[in-house]
């Protein structure tokens, strides 16, 4: 299907970029995900004065933020009034190589770059990294918290984040919006709108690179999201768990009263 004003929508904040809500999408059982109840973004550390009011106006009583301990020293979130921080370090068990803070490098040194990023259109670390989202401890005990607190009616609305929202923030929400019973087609669309929401925000990151020799279309496969990606997660899911329902069950350790609460509190 194709994406409409109440699938995918984009809350208009422009301090934060890539925010939208995650509702709207059917379900194969012909039910609906809610609208209104969770949210994905960028980290909500660039909020602008002109912005709080609206940002409040969600109604945010819940902030998951997958972000390392160091991302979040670096830049702490400003978030909404009254709104509990949970702080879910995806990557706390990754080796440091994998670290977001190699992004600082990439983006400023263009030979770096041209090391690690090659010249194709998609990632090999990024590849790398979607498929230990599966599987990488911390990811689990990251993503188990989440969903598990995500089935608790009092967390809701609920805004899910990490940096630029679009690998740790995208693996979540299209792995919940697969649980729920949205179709591949429209959580990979979910997921790709990131490419139109995040990537004209992020210009005066290419224009620098482009200051200091480099190519911009080699930061694209980095800073945007390909479908390659989110297929590399999916199969690792299919060969650790079998399907979606086996990850949440045995992959997460999700109950199944708590599996079924997440499905009353997201589905209408």
């Known amino acids: 299907m194709s ?36 949210y994905r973004s960028t980290d ?22 997958l972000r390392t301990e160091a991302e979040r020293e670096v830049l702490p979130d400003r978030a909404p009034s009254g709104a509990k921080e949970v702080a879910l370090d995806v990557f706390a068990d990754a080796d440091q ?25 998609t990632n090999e670390f990024l590849l790398k990294v979607y498929g230990d989202f599966v599987t990488l401890p911390s990811a689990v005990a990251a993503y188990r ?24 923030t995208g693996w979540a929400t299209a792995s919940l919006l697969l649980f729920l019973g949205v179709s591949k087609e429209d959580a990979f669309a979910d997921y ?23 190519n911009p279309d080699l930061l694209l496969p980095i800073l945007g999201v390909r479908r390659a990606y989110l297929e590399a997660a999916l199969e690792q899911l299919h060969a650790s768990f079998g399907d979606v329902e086996g990850y949440f069950a045995d992959g ?8 079924d609460a997440l499905r009353a509190n997201l589905l209408t």
Request: proline letters at 7%.
């Open 97 to 121: 190589s994998a670290a977001p803070a190699m992004m600082q490098h990439i983006l400023t040194d263009p030979k770096v770059a041209e090391e690690l990023l090659g010249t194709g259109d």
């Open 44 to 65: 909500l550390g660039r909020v602008a004065d002109g912005d709080v009011a609206a940002l409040d106006a969600l109604g945010i009583a819940t902030v998951f933020d």
């Open 192 to 214: 790709l709108l990131t490419n139109e929401q995040l990537l004209p925000a992020l210009a005066p990151v290419f224009d620098k690179f482009r200051a200091a020799g480099g």
């Open 145 to 168: 918290t989440l969903f598990t607190d995500l089935a608790r009616a009092q967390n809701m609305p609920a805004l899910i984040h990490c940096t630029t929202g679009k690998d740790r």
């Open 252 to 259: 997460l350790g999700i109950s199944a009263a708590d599996r």
């Open 3 to 38: 994406i409409t004003p109440t699938t995918g929508a984009a809350v208009p904040i422009p301090s934060v970029p890539n925010l939208r809500d995650i509702g709207g999408y059917p379900t194969a059982d012909g039910a609906r995900v809610r609208t209104g109840v969770v």
